[in-house]
């Protein structure tokens, strides 16, 4: 079955960096678009960003644009986060969402499909 696992979350003061990751399993990695969502509590998920399967093509919400950069490696059925800059308000849980290059490319992330606990990321200092 499709599962996706997050880690690299954690308390880290403004200013500051993280990678997160997620490993996949029970699918074909290189099939899927692949995107990050957050989720504060009260307020409904929202898309952060995704990579598409066919090129590798990249949106960002522009909330994070040239702050945080996405990436994947098909081979380790790994996907990536990396954060800089980072702001309280990015405060939230990350979720790693599997979808099409349809909807990345047009950045419509909602309709992703998230299958983990995922990794709680909190700024603050």
């Known amino acids: 079955q499709v599962q996706l696992v997050e880690s690299g979350g954690a308390l880290v003061q403004p200013g500051g960096s993280l990678r997160l990751s997620c490993a996949a399993s029970g699918f074909t990695l290189a099939e899927y678009a692949m995107a990050w969502l957050r989720q504060v509590p009260g307020k409904e998920r929202g898309g952060v960003s995704c990579i598409s399967s066919r090129d590798f093509s990249t949106y960002y919400s522009d909330s994070v644009k040239g702050r945080f950069t996405i990436s994947r490696d098909n081979g380790k059925n790994m996907v990536y986060l990396q954060m800089n800059s980072l702001k309280t308000e990015d405060t939230a849980v990350y979720y790693c969402?599997?979808?099409?290059?349809?909807?990345?490319?047009?950045?419509?992330?909602?309709?992703?499909?998230?299958w983990g606990q995922g990794t709680q990321v909190t700024v603050s200092s």
């Open positions: 969402a599997t979808g099409n290059d349809d909807l990345c490319v047009h950045g419509v992330l909602s309709p992703f499909t998230t």
